[in-house]
């Protein structure tokens, strides 16, 4: 009897044990409920949106006639004195070339005493120095030139304006607009004699060589733009102001010298050319001007 209650209560143990976890079981895997959420009409997110800007946004008073001119003033202002700051800073550095010149090598004092301004120049070798002069090898450039008014080739007027009318072509009176860098020297040369005419003076400047062949061309007619072929140069230099009577003596002097050169001579087609490095309110003492004339090697 004793042993049928013990095996009755130990079924039941067992079968309470699992209606337990059968219940447990169902508890943690009860499947989830789906909930339906209602979003808003895009009608109504617009509604919204410009509610949140109108509250937020500060509304802006419309400027009145009398402040829109003194808005204007300032900022033309403002650019003015942005642009005289930059010209005058181009200025400055523009002075800097001529205040602060280079010096060339020398032979004596008056050649030691010369400068020219920092700017770009003719690209030469030295191939001899003799008592006097030197004999150079150029390379080709270009060149902006003009026919010279008068009758002489230094002459104040006839220099003064051939220099203006080459300078309004370099600084921007060409067919780009191109404003170009100024360079030296100013070469004055006289062409040869034509029949019985007498030769034409010419004023020449040099132009910058970034440009090449590709120089804008002129729109005066009075201005003629050509390439300078390389060739072989002598080359005296001296200071102070050129003249004519200068010039020609010193050119009478250059071509006695060039006959006792063993080397070169001086071409029948030669002429004088006089190259002039600095500006005008250059002390005398301090300028630097050449005269050359092309020569060639003698036979054998």
Excluded: C, H
Aim: aromatic letters at 10%; a positive charge.
């Amino acid at each position: 009897m004793a042993r049928i209650f013990r095996q009755s209560s130990w079924k039941q143990a067992i079968e309470s044990n699992r209606t337990k976890t059968k219940d447990m079981l169902l508890s943690k895997f009860t499947p989830p409920v789906l909930t339906m959420i209602q979003y808003p009409s895009p009608s109504k997110i617009k509604s919204m949106a410009t509610d949140r800007t109108t509250a937020t946004s500060p509304q802006r008073r419309p400027m009145s006639a009398f402040e829109a001119r003194v808005s204007l003033v300032l900022a033309l202002a403002s650019q003015a004195s942005y642009q005289s700051q930059r010209l005058l800073f181009d200025l400055a550095n523009e002075t800097t070339k001529y205040l602060f010149p280079k010096r060339s090598g020398s032979r004596d004092l008056e050649e030691a005493l010369m400068a020219v301004p920092d700017l770009e120049t003719l690209k030469y070798k030295v191939l001899s120095r003799k008592e006097g002069y030197e004999i150079r090898e150029v390379e080709p450039y270009f060149v902006a030139e003009t026919t010279m008014s008068g009758e002489t080739g230094f002459d104040f007027y006839g220099a003064s304006q051939s220099f203006n009318v080459l300078a309004e072509y370099l600084f921007g009176k060409n067919t780009m607009k191109e404003k170009m860098e100024m360079t030296t020297p100013v070469i004055t040369r006289k062409t040869q004699p034509v029949m019985t005419k007498e030769g034409k003076w010419r004023m020449s400047f040099v132009m910058p060589s970034k440009y090449g062949a590709n120089l804008p061309l002129p729109k005066d007619p009075a201005v003629r733009v050509e390439e300078v072929p390389g060739r072989v140069v002598a080359v005296v230099a001296f200071s102070g102001f050129v003249t004519d009577e200068e010039v020609k003596q010193r050119e009478l002097k250059l071509r006695d010298a060039l006959k006792k050169n063993p080397e070169f001579r001086v071409k029948d087609s030669a002429s004088v050319e006089v190259a002039q490095y600095n500006p005008p309110f250059t002390l005398p003492f301090t300028r630097r001007n050449e005269i050359a004339l092309e020569v060639e090697r003698k036979e054998e």
